[in-house]
């Protein structure tokens, strides 16, 4: 079973430019999560889609973040404009549907350098 | 916030069992006890998960107090392979979506 898939798996910016990140869950999917991870932290809830609705993006800096989920499949993140404190690793996960009987799984995600 | 409470470190040596300790005081009666395991350089990954009875599974066995407030995720045989940061997660539940909310982990060093 092929896994979430991300792209880029690296970028370096400069502040104040934008990025976006992409990823494509595993088949059959309606859930789908971005996460942030700073270094040396564990990863932070990001934005929550059910099929490609938003279920919650309570922890989203919607003034510089926004994301997409077009179609319920593929997923986009994006910053604009990057602040020095936005790097981190960007993961996207998927799972089928509620966390409590379902796993999820995680991409390998894309390392976000913002100098 | 997380939830739950882990060392920030501990250490094994290869070939022997791991116990991974986890306090969970708050857990409500219908909250699954979650373990994750993030590599170096790679997402987390799923390792095990339960509600109430030990579960067993081929990578890892969770030992799940009888009041539930804490649980022991138990690596059988430690190979370096096993060297990560493990997560030990309640999931939350907000605004009638279910979260995992990550704290810091325990990073477990495995010696050869």
């Known amino acids: 079973e092929a896994g979430v898939a991300q792209s880029p798996r690296y970028k370096i910016i400069e502040k104040r430019q934008s990025v976006a990140f992409w990823c494509n869950p595993i088949s059959g999917h309606a859930t789908l999560y971005w996460y942030q991870q700073i270094l040396g932290q564990g990863p932070k809830l990001l934005i929550q889609f059910q099929n490609n609705g938003v279920v919650d993006d309570s922890q989203l800096p919607k003034d510089r973040f926004s994301a997409e989920r077009l179609k319920g499949v593929d997923s986009t993140l994006k910053i604009q404009p990057a602040k020095l404190e936005d790097s981190a690793v960007y993961l996207c996960?998927?799972?089928?549907?509620?966390?409590?009987?379902?796993?999820?799984?995680f991409g390998e995600g894309s390392w976000l350098t913002v100098v | 916030d997380a939830k739950t409470t882990q060392p920030n470190s501990m250490e094994s040596n290869e070939e022997e069992p791991v116990h991974l300790p986890c306090n969970h005081s708050t857990i409500s009666g219908t909250d699954y006890i979650h373990w994750y395991r993030q590599l170096p350089s790679q997402g987390p990954e799923y390792v095990i998960h339960g509600l109430t009875s030990n579960v067993n599974n081929r990578m890892a066995s969770l030992a799940i107090a009888e009041d539930r407030k804490s649980s022991t995720l138990i690596l059988h045989r430690a190979t370096l392979r096993d060297a990560a940061v493990y997560y030990c997660i309640l999931s939350i539940t907000q605004g009638g979506s279910e979260k995992l909310v990550f704290g810091k982990g325990t990073k477990l060093t495995v010696n050869p």
């Open positions: 996960a998927s799972s089928l549907i509620a966390i409590s009987q379902n796993t999820i799984y």
